[in-house]
């Protein structure tokens, strides 16, 4: 089967530092996706890791290790404006995304 | 402004009764996408399309049906056959070059009673 694991809720302060998490297991890996859905909202894309290691964009960051099918969305410098849910997606063969149930992220003043 | 638009934003029907939901974009993507979501779920992915005049199922097409006629079009058609339609719809469209980002529409949301 395939299956992405990420936390179902996350709750942090402004200001701070957070981590979610996503592990998958997949038949078929190009790429871990991250996209961010604000409550009754479309998706918006985040970023995209086809290689291990960093990407880092503006307060987010967005990490890969294909050895150990694991991901990681690192969003710094928390504003209120950042509660949402958070979707890793696995990027398979002919370009399709499998998403994991999503993370909601509460960031409290 | 390009970008991609779903209509109608909500959308009521009665049990039994076929209904179709619009999707187009003016991204001149190639690829297009129909997800379903239910509360405080991921996203699945109904049907999918990669060139005009061709479409695969995804993991829960069964109930669905859709078109692709033009490169700027991909109806949804939710059937009688499908046992739980009432979700919140939303259609998707891509290149084929990294970073393979989805643009994502605003979203129908069916109520079917």
């Known amino acids: 089967g395939q299956s992405l694991e990420q936390p179902s809720e996350v709750t942090a302060v402004e200001g701070a530092i957070v981590q979610i998490n996503c592990t998958y297991q997949?038949?078929?890996?190009?790429?871990l996706s991250w996209y961010q859905q604000h409550d009754g909202g479309a998706p918006t894309f985040l970023s995209y890791?086809?290689?291990?290691g960093l990407e880092e964009t503006g307060r987010f960051s967005s990490f890969l290790s294909r050895s150990d099918s694991y991901g990681y969305l690192l969003l710094q410098e928390l504003q209120m404006k950042d509660s949402a849910s958070y979707f890793c997606?696995?990027?398979?063969?002919?370009?399709?995304?499998?998403f994991g149930q999503g993370t909601e992220l509460s960031v409290k003043p | 402004d390009g970008g991609i638009t779903q209509s109608p934003k909500y959308l009521f029907r009665k049990e039994g009764q076929n209904v179709t939901l619009s999707c187009e974009q003016n991204l001149n993507h190639d690829a297009m996408y129909w997800y379903r979501q239910d509360p405080g779920q991921g996203l699945r992915l109904i049907y999918y399309?990669?060139?005009?005049?061709?479409?695969q199922k995804g993991d829960i097409a069964e109930g669905y049906s859709v078109s692709r006629e033009k490169k700027e079009s991909f109806p949804l058609t939710v059937t009688s056959a499908q046992k739980n339609p009432t979700a919140f719809y939303l259609c998707a469209s891509s290149t084929d070059r990294g970073p393979y980002e989805q643009y994502f529409g605003p979203g129908t949301r069916l109520t079917v009673t």
């Open positions: 890791n086809a290689l291990d």
């Open positions: 399309s990669q060139i005009v005049n061709d479409f």
């Open positions: 997949t038949s078929g890996f190009y790429g």
């Open positions: 997606a696995v990027r398979n063969q002919g370009g399709k995304l499998i």
